[in-house]
C-alpha cells in the first residue's frame, strides 16, 4: 500500500515542523515492520532453540576448508584434524548462552579425548582480549580460530545460519558434516550425536555407518 498521503493546507510558518514530521512517519510507515541491528549484544546472534539434525552418511556434505589464527596467534587449520572426529563450536565471549554451555563442551571433550575425537573453538565478532579472558576463566582446553570478520562461519552458512550462535558441528573422520545443533547444546544431547558418529567406525577410524536423528 503506498505511503503517499494527502493533507489540508498548513500554514507556512508550520510547513517546515510538519514536513519533518511526515517525513519520519512516512519512514517508519514504509518500513514493514524491520528491526534494525543495533550492534549491542542482545542483537547480534539469534538465539536457536537448541534443536539438533544428524545426517546419515550418504547425505553428508564435505565441511569447508577454513583455517586462519588461533586466539593464541598459531595457525591452524580444520583440515590439520582429518581422521578425526571434530566437534566445531561457534561462539562468542558476549554470548550468554555460550557461557553457559561452555562447562558442557568441556566435559564432552574430556569424555571423548582417547576416542580420536577433537574439539575446535570458532570465534566470531568478538574482541581479542575479552575472548582470551573468556577461554581463561572458563578453562577452555582446547583452542579457537580468531574470526572476527565472521569469515568462517559465513563458509559454513549452507549448514548454519551466520547469526545463529551458540551453534555446533559434529563432523566425521572424512571431514564430512556429521550433525548440527542450532542453539546451546546439553551434556546428553552433544554425548549423544559424538557417540553415534565414534560407534560408525567403532573409535578406530574405520568405515562409517548410519546416523540417527537427534
Known amino acids: 500500500m503506498p505511503c503517499n498521503r494527502t493533507g489540508a493546507r498548513l500554514r507556512p510558518a508550520l510547513l517546515s515542523a510538519a514536513a519533518a514530521l511526515a517525513a519520519l512517519t512516512a519512514l517508519a510507515g514504509c518500513a514493514g515492520g524491520g528491526t534494525a541491528e543495533t550492534g549491542s549484544s542482545d542483537n547480534r546472534y539469534i538465539a536457536g532453540d537448541g534443536s539438533s539434525t544428524s545426517y546419515e552418511p550418504d547425505e553428508r556434505k564435505d565441511a569447508p ?46 569424555e571423548f579425548a582417547d576416542d580420536g575425537v577433537e574439539f575446535l573453538g570458532v570465534n566470531i565478532k568478538d574482541d581479542k582480549t ?6 581463561q576463566s572458563q578453562g577452555v582446553g582446547y583452542p579457537s580460530i580468531y574470526d ?11 549448514t548454519v545460519p551466520p547469526k545463529a550462535i551458540p551453534s555446533t558441528l559434529v563432523i566425521d573422520r572424512e571431514g564430512r558434516i556429521a550433525a548440527r545443533v ?10 549423544g ?16 555407518g548410519d546416523a540417527g536423528t537427534g
Open 65 to 110: 576448508e577454513v583455517g586462519g589464527e588461533s586466539l593464541d596467534g598459531d595457525a591452524i587449520a580444520l583440515a590439520d584434524y582429518r581422521g578425526d572426529i571434530v566437534v566445531v563450536n561457534f561462539w562468542a565471549s558476549w554470548c550468554g548462552p555460550c557461557r553457559s554451555e561452555t562447562p558442557v563442551l568441556e566435559e564432552v571433550h574430556s
Open 130 to 135: 575479552a575472548a582470551k579472558a573468556f577461554e
Open 148 to 158: 572476527q570478520p565472521g569469515e568462517v562461519v559465513q563458509a559454513f552458512r549452507e
Open 182 to 191: 542450532i542453539g546451546e547444546t546439553d551434556y546428553r544431547q552433544l554425548k
Open 193 to 208: 550425536l559424538v557417540e553415534t558418529v565414534v560407534a560408525e567406525s567403532g573409535g578406530d577410524g574405520g568405515d562409517s
